[in-house]
């Protein structure tokens, strides 16, 4: 993306590089990390500064403390975990700004990284608070945003700070995220496919929007299906379906239309009769839902549809899932179409959230050509081209170079 500069293109050489990583990972009830993929898609950013022999002052966030001090939302088992990876020490700082922080960063050596208190157990930080930005830009020579993910948040971490640093840049993750999303959407292979499923029309109507300027086909499943199906008069029974998205979901299909795209819609259902693992089911029409059972995975003449849809495709984009799969009787339309999608022979995208642990499960993430890992950044930059961590850190270069 232009406007903005990377961590290899500028000198962090022996320099304070304070950089801003998503470590919001899984945990289970004894703290323990189940899933570290957002610990090491940034080690390549850190090795980097560390190779220069920076220091390394890291900052992220875990879990929704809203501003207070959880001790189940502590950093201390990343920073066990990351030291592992990078095989040496990482220093748990017990705060993320304060005396505590300063002394910790001035006490460290060229080649070192500490590792700074879970941001959020600060209000300021979700606020964008200037204060607190200035606080955390202390501590720092150089500010790097490598943290995709959290980067469609206006918050004091990736914007404030920004503003009392000279030298910003874009982390090596942030880089392919962005490399990924330049070939899909401002210079696409043709033809040019995008699924978008999940439960809500209004999370997404923006980004549907956006896609119908740039896609040849679009292919719409999951519960969002359902409010698509209310606004064309017909009959979903029990399914969950936005009442106050029905206009937005016409809107949808009357731009689909005027502007020539491909709309797909399923043409069958698994249905229940109740939420439930043990529920009866069945497989319907789109036609012939009845009354008092629910939609909660596409059938199998809809995963031939869409299968047949992205056959030609050369660039996929997909974000949400198209059922239940959580619950193994709904999972089966997500998993066919994981499949379908892995073995084309398209540039194949994933966004990140609910999908990309679909395709884990699945175990076919070897064969997509990048999974993002960013669920509502990847949505929120699909339909504005633009994200605020991304707009601070363009902003940062202009007023460098003014």
């Known amino acids: 993306m232009e406007g903005i500069k990377y961590i290899d293109e500028i000198n962090i050489s022996n320099k304070r590089v304070l950089i801003r990583v998503d470590f919001n990972v899984p945990l289970d009830e ?37 501003g207070t001090h959880v001790a189940a939302m502590s950093l201390a088992p990343v920073a066990k975990r990351l ?34 208190e879970n941001l959020r157990f600060h209000p300021e930080e979700t606020k964008n608070d200037p204060e607190f930005g200035a606080e955390l830009a202390s501590l720092a020579d150089v500010y790097i945003n490598d943290a995709f993910a959290t980067a469609h948040r206006a918050h004091a971490s990736n914007v404030a700070v920004t503003e009392h640093l000279d030298e910003c840049a874009a982390g090596l993750l942030m880089k392919k995220e962005l490399a990924y999303f330049t070939m899909a959407m401002e210079k696409p292979v043709r033809p040019f496919v995008a699924i978008i499923g999940g439960k809500k029309v209004s999370d997404k109507v923006g980004v549907l929007s956006s896609l119908c300027d740039r896609v040849d086909k679009l292919i719409i499943g999951g519960g969002m299906a359902m409010t698509f199906f ?30 020539g795209i491909k709309l797909y819609m399923p043409v069958d259902f698994v249905v229940a009769d109740k939420f439930s693992a043990e529920a009866e089911t069945k497989v319907v029409t789109s036609q ?22 992205i056959a030609n495709a050369k660039t996929i984009i997909w974000n949400g899932p198209m059922g239940v799969f959580e619950i193994d009787a709904f999972s089966r339309g997500t ?10 022979y398209a540039l194949t995208i994933i966004g990140g959230g609910d999908t990309d642990v679909a395709v884990h499960r699945a175990s076919e993430f070897a064969k997509m050509s990048y999974i993002s890992t960013g669920g509502g950044a990847f949505l929120e930059i699909l339909e504005n081209n633009d994200l605020p961590g991304i707009a601070a850190l363009r902003q940062c270069k202009e007023k460098e170079s003014a």
């Open 30 to 66: 004894g703290n323990a990390i189940t899933d570290d993929t957002r610990i090491r898609s940034v080690l390549p950013t850190i090795n980097y500064a560390l190779d220069e022999n920076a220091r390394v002052i890291l900052i992220s966030h875990l879990g929704r403390p809203k």
């Open 83 to 116: 030291g592992r990876l990078l095989e040496q020490d990482v220093q748990l700082v017990a705060d993320c700004i304060g005396d505590e922080a300063k002394k910790a960063v001035n006490e460290m050596k060229p080649g070192t990284v500490v590792l700074l």
């Open 288 to 309: 012939e839902i009845p009354k008092d059972w629910m939609a909660l995975d596409i059938g199998p003449a809809t995963v031939t549809l869409f299968t047949e849809a």
């Open 230 to 259: 209310k606004a064309m008069g017909e009959e979903i029974g029990k399914s969950f379906a936005e009442d106050t998205a029905l206009e937005a979901a016409r809107e949808v299909i009357q731009i689909a239309k005027e502007k």
């Open 335 to 344: 998993f066919a179409l994981v499949s379908s999608v892995a073995n084309s």
